[in-house]
């Protein structure tokens, strides 16, 4: 096995929005028959934009041909505050890697490779949200759960 992680470029704009949506398609256990159309327009169009202003960096990994993992992140401004007082935070998205390749470092690799994209941007302020499969990685990484933020559900 050998593991290339490569940072997606405006090239992978398909590949980056078909791996979306089988990332949603896999986190929410949605059917091949669930219509998400809408989502991988929209995901492709998100994809142009942030090529164009740099606000989100995915990570594409391959063994190979074949796309085995991936990761993003997505970078934002909020109004400073006295603990973020430059207002810059970070989202990390899309993270997936293929059942057969699981434990084996793919996962924490690419986070890896991701908190550094932050880093590099001089953002300490990164979030996610975890489903039961990926909180254990995250935990090892040293991402805690939050205690102080609220959402209004959707109605």
Do not use: W
């Not at 090239?11 to 078909?18: A, G, H, Y």
């Not at 991936?70 to 899309?94: C, D, E, L, R, W």
């Not at 993270?95 to 690419?110: L, S, V």
């Amino acid at each position: 096995m050998t593991l290339v992680y490569k940072k997606a470029d405006v090239s992978d704009l398909e590949q980056l929005t078909k791996t979306r949506v089988m990332v949603l398609r896999a986190a929410n256990k949605l059917s091949d028959e669930a219509d998400l159309s809408l989502v991988e327009k929209e995901s492709y169009s998100y994809y142009q934009k942030c090529f164009d202003d740099n606000s989100h960096v995915a990570y594409l990994v391959f063994d190979g041909e074949k796309l085995v993992g991936t990761g993003g992140i997505s970078f934002y401004k909020v109004m400073p505050t006295y603990h973020n007082p430059s207002g810059q935070k970070a989202y990390i998205m899309n993270m997936f890697t293929a059942p057969e390749y699981r434990r084996q470092g793919i996962a924490y690799e690419t986070l890896r490779l991701l908190v550094l994209e932050a880093a590099d941007r001089g953002i300490s302020h990164i979030s996610l949200e975890a489903t039961e499969l990926g909180r254990p990685l995250y935990e090892k990484f040293g991402f805690v759960n939050m205690q102080d933020e609220m959402m209004l559900p959707e109605s």
